[in-house]
């Protein structure tokens, strides 16, 4: 089990954690989706995410970073696992207005990270990332300002040359697998839009019904339930990025009326969408 040693409030997102994983190979039995920036970095060890429409795996001396607002989930990882965990508001990294195009890439739903660190830089990231987590269970405002910095600053070497986005997982998906990716880019794609699984079902040249039992016997949850989350995670960033109201947000986000919106949004996040507003964009 992952162990969560963070003891003292902080910032609405703002977390740090060490993930240690022994001999066990225990997985996300289905996606989930959080408002915030995560960062994963592994000092031993390989994950396996299946996050947006794609697969990814992180390696040991990788300094992983994407927006967790879109559906993931974690597909398999190595018997043994060690690292620093990290998320942050996706406010600060809006903020912060970063170089290039770093922030189109997260906020689109690629995983971004830079090729593995071997040497000098691996222990470098290691060092800076275990003093991180160190100010932070220490807390106190002056501790979480230092590593707020020194974690923009990490972000912004990280934006400058604008790293490549994780290669695909070089384990080839077999046949299911591949109609999965499909059905969930076509979802991706079309989510601000009605949808009924004859669409889907006709994009992919399948049965619906079959469509159907295929994305629950992959992804762990129903296709409707995944499609519901694409547009939560969409509305959220509208939510902290226009101006827009929560009629038209919910609108643009593919929800037919609002009060299917308000109850959708309330149930997945567990605050209205005006809340989630205030409390994420008070900072800024």
Not at 44 to 52: E, L, N, T, V
Not at 76 to 93: D, E, M, Q, R, Y
Request: proline share 5%.
């Amino acid at each position: 089990m992952a162990r969560d040693t963070t003891a003292h409030v902080a910032p609405l997102g703002f977390k740090v954690w060490r993930m240690e994983r022994h001999n066990k190979t225990a997985t996300m039995p289905a996606p989930h989706a959080h408002a915030d920036i995560e960062v994963n970095y592994l000092s031993s060890g390989w994950i396996r995410y299946f996050h947006g429409q794609r697969f990814y795996e992180v390696h040991a001396g990788q300094f992983a970073l994407f927006w967790a607002g879109i559906p993931h989930q974690l597909q398999a990882h190595s018997p043994v696992l060690k690292g620093v965990w990290i998320t942050f508001p996706v406010t600060w990294l809006l903020r912060w207005q970063l170089p290039g195009r770093l922030q189109d890439a997260l906020m689109s739903g690629e995983l971004v990270y830079e090729p593995r660190a071997e040497g000098y830089e691996a222990r470098s990231d290691e060092l800076h990332l275990e003093n991180w987590l160190a100010e932070y269970l220490a807390g106190g405002d002056e501790r979480l300002e230092i590593v707020r910095l020194e974690l923009e600053a990490r972000i912004r070497r990280l934006a400058a040359p604008f790293a490549t986005a994780a290669r695909r997982s070089p384990l080839q998906p077999d046949g299911s697998l591949q109609q999965f990716v499909r059905m969930t880019t076509f979802l991706s794609e079309n989510h601000q839009r009605p949808i009924a699984v004859e669409d889907v079902a006709e994009a992919l040249s399948l049965h619906p019904k079959y469509c159907l039992a295929l994305f629950k016997k992959c992804c762990g949850m129903t296709l409707w339930n995944y499609l519901l989350r694409l547009r939560i995670a969409h509305a959220q960033r509208l939510l902290l990025t226009v101006d827009a109201n929560i009629l038209q947000v919910a609108l643009d986000s593919g929800f037919g009326t609002s009060s299917a919106f308000y109850q959708a949004f309330k149930k997945h996040t567990g605050m209205t969408p005006a809340k989630f507003r205030k409390e994420h964009l008070k900072e800024k």
